[in-house]
């Protein structure tokens, strides 16, 4: 049977990304509407007043942009604690976010950069190259480009069932395989997937370190009943947990009459 690769997002990067954007393009929200608003105070007319405007619209969007990550971010925690304790998910959210077409972040930092550089322009009469470059490089990915570079990176990301094993990638350097023929025990829960070694060790797969955990788990255990020998395949799709182990115990002997 073909390798089945399931993409993972994990939350990790996630968080990575809002702390970046609340780091950056947070405080450059901040700067544009103080700008904006200095420049209506100081009696702003024509180009400048229009220029302030769009400064003090463009940094508000900005906040409302982050505030909007910020919310869905809180939702996809309170999905991973309630996988923890077990509890039913909704993860409407996590898809939502990884199927949207446009990316409104990257869309609204191109704005706010081509208002920065409309502003060093108004106030030096030069433009800043750099802005110019970034403004055009987060157009093309608010339009499209996170879907390519996201279908790009997915091979980073994923777990790998085939005929030889499983495999689990959470990053670029970051590779975990174990073989079926090292795997004596397969433990599978609501939220959980567990290849035991037969050196002691294990490969775990927990729903809750992803944002599509769920989803990525009900396609895992499919795959796992078609491609795992005859021995393990009990851990498939029924979602009880489950314990299936390579030495099956012994029946007991009948009672005798």
């Known amino acids: 049977m073909d390798a089945v690769h399931v993409p993972l997002r994990p939350a990790r990067v996630r968080r990575a990304q809002l702390l970046h954007a609340l780091s950056t393009h947070g405080p450059a929200a901040a700067v544009l509407v103080g700008a904006g608003l200095r420049r209506l105070d100081g009696g702003a007319r ?4 229009a220029l302030a405007v769009a400064e003090v ?13 910020l919310r869905e971010s809180s939702h996809l925690e309170r999905a991973a604690r309630a996988a923890r304790r077990g509890d039913a998910i909704d993860h409407a959210t996590a898809d939502a976010h990884g199927a949207r077409r446009l990316h409104l972040g990257a869309l609204t930092t191109a704005v706010l950069l081509a208002v920065e550089t409309w502003h060093h322009w108004h106030d030096t009469g030069h433009v800043t190259r750099p802005w110019v470059l970034g403004a055009l490089a987060f157009l093309a990915l ?28 959470t990053g670029p350097l970051v590779r975990r395989r174990v073989a079926w023929r090292d795997v004596v025990r397969v433990d599978a829960s609501p939220t959980r997937l567990r290849f035991e ?15 599509d955990g769920l989803a990525a788990l009900r396609r895992a255990r499919a795959a796992l009943a078609h491609t795992a020998p005859e021995r393990l395949r009990a851990a498939g799709p029924d979602p009880r947990p489950t314990a299936v182990s390579a030495e099956a115990p012994a029946s007991p002997d009948p009672p005798s009459s």
Do not use: K, N, S
């Open 46 to 49: 024509g180009t400048a007043l």
């Open 197 to 211: 070694r037969t050196d002691g060790g294990a490969l775990v797969f927990d729903a809750a370190d992803y944002d």
């Open 57 to 69: 619209l463009v940094g508000l969007w900005q906040g409302v942009v982050l505030a909007r990550e």
């Open 142 to 169: 608010g339009l499209g480009g996170h879907r390519w570079i996201a279908t790009r990176t997915t091979r980073l990301r994923r777990l790998t069932l085939d005929a030889q094993g499983v495999e689990l990638r």
